[in-house]
């Protein structure tokens, strides 16, 4: 098993930055990717921007160019910093961790963002 602990949520206006932070409770040995989706009320939860163990990067077309994922492997822990926040950004931003070995996807328990317009 693997808890992801998220960080790094709040409050700020349009145009400001956010850095979420999330971490993995032990050391992820297997090919993995790891990222961050989002979830508004009453909506699906979509993807914002993935990151695999090897480096590569996928976004949300809503959010390039603004956000920009990475990852520490030695500190089992991905980042998503986000610029230009925009009013329609508001959302619970879940850490995500996938394996492709077992097919295992872990969540965390969500950060919410808010951005004021």
């Known amino acids: 098993q693997v808890q992801l602990v998220e960080s790094g949520g709040g409050l700020v206006q349009a145009g400001g930055s956010l850095r979420l932070s999330c971490a993995a409770s032990?050391?992820?040995?297997?090919?993995?990717?790891m990222g961050w989706y989002r979830q508004a009320p009453g909506k699906q939860r979509e993807l914002v921007a993935v990151?695999?163990?090897?480096?590569?990067?996928n976004y949300a077309d809503s959010v390039k160019g603004r956000f920009t994922i990475s990852r520490d492997n030695a500190k089992n822990t991905v980042y998503l910093q986000m610029n230009s926040l925009k009013p329609e950004d508001t959302r619970v931003y879940y850490c995500?961790?996938?394996?492709?070995?077992?097919?295992?996807?872990?969540w965390g328990r969500g950060t919410q963002v808010t951005v004021s317009s």
């Open positions: 990151i695999n163990s090897g480096g590569t990067t």
């Open positions: 995500n961790l996938h394996e492709y070995s077992t097919s295992s996807d872990y």
């Open positions: 032990r050391t992820i040995f297997s090919i993995n990717r």
